[in-house]
């Protein structure tokens, strides 16, 4: 069901799309009086699914969001939406067409996403966006996106333009502005990649850069991603596209997608309710979750070899969105690939997430500590901290050969050879 309209939107069926060609209805969303309740459907109750075991369990009845957080979704559901850059988007989009985006509810905001929102929940009625698909071109998504951060005029029809990026966007979340496309390895052909997408294509994910980056900043993530995979950490296919201006533009493959199949999305802050925006986890918080959600050590390895990267790499924007977990149609639970890291700064200099309890300065003892926490022996441990020095200290080599500043590459790495 499709649904052209600006009134508000009451009531959302939610369901589940793992890619098979039918959705299996999950429940329904409804808003009254400034707060959101959910019920799960009773086809639903009849399986063995969670789609939050912990915030939202499976069980008949009525339930109640918290009012004073995420403005009153559920965790899953807050995960379906888009913040930063994709808010800012929607919002200047509603504005044009004279709606007040302070008026729209969470629901509304869930009918845009509709049924092609990132991982395997689907909103219905949809609102759709008007635009026709067609090839992609980097460098004049790139120079929109500038347009919109530097609140200049845009170039040609600005609805039209913003109706794009926000269908571009999707449901991604984060500050940098984005692009879900479809990306053809073979002949390098780039197409929309929201919708279903033909078997010669895969779905990816671009990104441009922010007022506060520089013009290599696609370079350095995608270093880091190097570093990253050199250091056992799993990570899917990146690629840096080529910029007219910069070093080139970061891309990553998506993990919520393999063709026609989808999986479901959910970060730690959804599924802890713990908001992104006010850090107060540690990573002994995601060893605990890890290993109740997945019950396999090796995904909690998983974990803590990320944990290590971001300490040694100087990654310390490591907060509760940055960590996803993932689960199939059979309903079984696994930590996503890593994503978001490059070289970067938390709250008051520290990390987001903090080590046993140190955020500014955790150092090695730290990590054993959390290794101890997590099961892994200590030698384990140190494999792993050594393997991840190592990838670290090609960061001179590699982060020149992608183009990266002489100021940045001094600048990183001097931030490098204090955390190693």
């Given at each position: 069901m499709k649904k052209n309209t600006v009134e508000p939107i009451n009531h959302i069926n939610v369901a589940l799309d793992f890619g098979r060609g039918a959705r299996l209805p999950v429940g329904r969303l409804a808003h009254r009086s400034g707060e959101i309740y959910f019920e799960y459907d009773s086809e639903f109750l009849t399986t063995e699914l969670e789609i939050s075991p912990f915030n939202l369990a499976r069980g008949p009845?009525?339930?109640?969001?918290?009012?004073?957080?995420?403005?009153?979704?559920?965790?899953?559901f807050n995960d379906s939406l888009p913040d930063g850059w994709g808010r800012l988007l929607f919002d200047?989009?509603?504005?044009?067409?004279?709606?007040?985006?302070?008026?729209?509810?969470?629901?509304?905001?869930?009918?845009?996403?509709?049924i092609n929102g990132l991982g395997a929940l689907t909103y219905e009625p949809v609102i759709d966006h008007e635009a026709t698909p067609g090839p992609i071109f980097l460098d004049e998504l790139a120079d929109y996106s500038q347009q919109i951060l530097t609140e200049t005029p845009i170039s040609g029809n600005s609805e039209?333009?913003?109706?794009?990026?926000?269908?571009?966007?999707?449901?991604?979340?984060?500050?940098?502005?984005?692009a879900l496309i479809g990306y053809n390895n073979q002949t390098q052909d780039l197409i929309?990649?929201?919708?279903?997408?033909?078997?010669?294509?895969?779905?990816?994910?671009?990104?441009?850069?922010?007022?506060?980056?520089?013009?290599?900043?696609?370079?350095?993530?995608?270093?880091?991603?190097?570093?990253?995979?050199?250091?056992?950490?799993?990570?899917?296919?990146?690629?840096?596209?080529?910029?007219?201006?910069?070093?080139?533009?970061?891309?990553?493959?998506?993990?919520?997608?393999?063709?026609?199949?989808?999986?479901?999305?959910?970060?730690?802050?959804?599924?802890?309710?713990?908001?992104?925006?006010?850090?107060?986890?540690?990573?002994?918080?995601?060893?605990?979750?890890?290993?109740?959600?997945?019950?396999?050590?090796r995904e909690v390895e998983k974990l803590f070899r990320v944990a290590v990267f971001n300490v040694l790499a100087h990654n310390r924007d490591d907060h509760s969105k940055n960590f996803t977990y993932l689960m199939d149609a059979t309903g079984e639970w696994r930590l996503s690939p890593a994503y978001d890291?490059?070289?970067s700064s938390?709250?008051?200099?520290?990390?987001?997430t903090t080590v046993m309890g140190e955020g500014k300065t955790p150092a090695r003892e730290h990590l054993f500590s959390l290794a101890a926490e997590a099961g892994l022996k200590r030698g384990a441990a140190e494999e792993i901290i050594d393997q991840t020095r190592a990838s670290i200290s090609r960061w001179p080599q590699l982060a020149t050969e992608y183009g990266v500043s002489r100021e940045n590459i001094n600048l990183i790495g001097r931030a490098l050879t204090r955390q190693t």
């Open positions: 009845g009525l339930k109640r969001g918290e009012r004073g957080l995420f403005d009153g979704l559920f965790g899953v200047r989009l509603m504005r044009q067409q004279s709606i007040n985006p302070a008026r729209l509810t969470p629901l509304d905001r869930l009918a845009h996403v509709g039209a333009v913003l109706d794009e990026l926000v269908i571009l966007n999707g449901s991604s979340a984060g500050a940098r502005p984005k929309y990649g929201v919708n279903d997408l033909p078997s010669t294509h895969d779905y990816w994910l671009v990104k441009f850069a922010n007022r506060q980056d520089g013009a290599d900043a696609g370079a350095i993530e995608y270093v880091y991603s190097l570093m990253a995979r050199g250091a056992g950490i799993e990570m899917p296919s990146t690629h840096l596209f080529e910029a007219r201006d910069g070093a080139g533009y970061f891309a990553i493959k998506r993990f919520d997608r393999n063709h026609h199949q989808r999986l479901h999305m959910h970060t730690a802050c959804g599924l802890l309710h713990s908001d992104f925006r006010f850090p107060a986890l540690d990573y002994e918080d995601l060893v605990a979750l890890t290993s109740t959600l997945t019950r396999d050590i890291l490059t070289f938390g709250p008051g200099g520290e990390q987001s």
